[in-house]
């Protein structure tokens, strides 16, 4: 296999996303148990770690040379030292998948130079698996998707907590856009790449587990992402969060960029 292969990792993130889809829905619905993680952290289920586990020995044994962050992992320097890295969340919505809401979802991405070569966004209870490659387009199971191409930000459908549509944090107040919400960054991406929505917000500091496979599969769907500021999103960072994230069809993403405070 040649070194850095996007096809090649894809394929392993998409296997590896099904596997860790069969543990979540084997735990789902049946009271898993459940922890605290503390600090604001929220909570953890006994199936985000099980699907930790599982991923971090067969992603790492297919690729001894790559380095690991991962939600439910406990950091270390040792991943800065590599060029290539996996960036995992387990289940992003551990909280809906705890009250039985099936929008959860796996997100696996491979970053290399800062940069997502491979993603894999999976919604095992809803049968859905984004997939992404760097130069290969963004698919939901296995046909091309792309964002919706809406030019007018007025009645634009916007994912996004109810705080960010905040009045103190727009120029002239909110702007006049749908407010949706989805309780996964990631899979709030995935459907901004999809079509789904016109955007997607979140302007708090957001952990790069959280954003790294949606972000790789809106570029590659034909949209536009950066950070709250405009600034390109970089990863594999010492501290592993950015500063916030903006999503969408071009022309409305950049409308929402204009607008922030």
């Known amino acids: 296999m040649p070194a850095h292969d996007p096809k090649a990792d894809l394929t392993l993130l998409r296997d590896a996303a099904l596997a860790a889809g069969d543990i979540a829905r084997r735990h789902f619905g049946n009271g898993p148990k ?3 993680k503390g600090d604001g952290q929220g909570p953890v289920t006994e199936a985000d770690l099980e699907i930790d586990t599982m991923l971090r020995d067969s992603l790492r044994a297919a690729r001894p040379a790559y380095g690991w962050l991962s939600e439910e992992t406990a950091d270390g ?20 998948f705890i009250e039985g809401s099936r929008s959860f979802s796996h997100s696996l991405a491979i970053v290399r130079c800062g940069v997502p070569i491979a993603a894999a966004v999976h919604l095992p209870m809803l049968d859905r698996m984004y997939l992404a490659h760097q130069g290969g387009g963004a698919t939901l199971n296995g046909a091309a998707i792309g964002p919706t191409g809406r030019a007018a ?17 727009w120029t002239g107040g909110t702007p006049p856009v749908e407010q949706c919400f989805r309780s996964s960054l990631a899979y709030r991406l995935a459907l901004v790449a999809g079509g789904r929505f016109d955007a997607m917000i979140t302007l708090r500091m957001a952990w790069e587990w959280d954003i790294a496979a949606g972000a790789l599969l809106v570029a590659e769907a034909g949209g536009r992402i950066a950070s709250q500021r405009g600034a390109t999103l ?9 500063d916030g994230v903006v999503a969408g069809s071009p022309a409305i993403a950049e409308a929402l960029l204009d607008r922030l405070i």
């Open 153 to 169: 930000l007025a009645g634009a459908t916007v994912l996004g907590a109810k705080s960010n549509f905040d009045n103190d944090r």
């Open 34 to 36: 459940t922890w605290d």
């Open 77 to 96: 320097p040792e991943r800065l030292d590599t060029d290539t890295v996996f960036i995992i969340d387990p289940i992003d919505g551990t909280r809906a």
């Open 234 to 242: 970089r990863f594999n960072n010492s501290h592993p969060q950015l």
